[in-house]
């Protein structure tokens, strides 16, 4: 080894904080600042829906509190945060609903507020970003306001699952830090 070889950057050495600190970039095992808490990277997952729209999603933990933080892309990036709530909350029976109907009502109330079908369709998850998918459907509802959503999921015959969530801007979201190494 030459004495100028121990100066040359090593692959690890590319690391560029103004361009990879950035929320679409974070792993498992990063930091970041939300709503005055500290949050912790937990979990990272890919969605392909229909037509390829792709989402991604952080699995943020703070303390005992689970949020799920979701980028996606239409026309512009739009960030979203939620928290799974119990199908219990949900006014009526929506499991056996949409198990004999194939699909929840049109509109659905939880803790009072209303929420209006928008959406719904097949998607595939990626645990990591990576295969092998998991096949889910989803319904997605809306509020009058434009500005809550509620989402359920059907990940198999009888498995479901409920998330309340609201938009966000990605300027809420500070202080963003690699995991140590």
Do not use: C
Not at 36 to 61: P, S
Request: charged share 35%; aromatic share 16%.
């Amino acid at each position: 080894m030459g004495f100028f070889d121990r100066f040359k950057q090593k692959p690890e050495d590319d690391f560029d904080p103004t361009n990879d600190l950035r929320l679409e970039k974070m792993q498992p095992g990063w930091l970041v600042d939300f709503d005055m808490k500290t949050w912790e990277v937990k979990g990272y997952r890919k969605y392909d829906y229909t037509e390829g729209y792709i989402t991604q999603e952080w699995e943020l933990l703070s303390g005992r509190e689970r949020i799920f933080l979701e980028r996606s892309q239409d026309d512009e990036v739009e960030w979203t945060v939620s928290k799974k709530i119990p199908m219990g909350m949900i006014d009526g029976d929506i499991r056996e609903h949409i198990i004999e109907h194939d699909d929840p009502p049109e509109q659905i109330t939880v803790k009072g507020k209303t929420y209006y079908l928008d959406e719904s369709g097949p998607g595939y998850m990626y645990e990591n970003g990576e295969g092998p998918a998991k096949e889910f459907v989803y319904w997605d509802f809306i509020d009058d306001e434009d500005e809550h959503f509620l989402t359920i999921e059907q990940w198999g015959e009888r498995e479901f699952e409920a998330s309340e969530g609201y938009y966000v801007e990605e300027y809420q979201f500070s202080n963003i830090l690699p995991a140590a190494e």
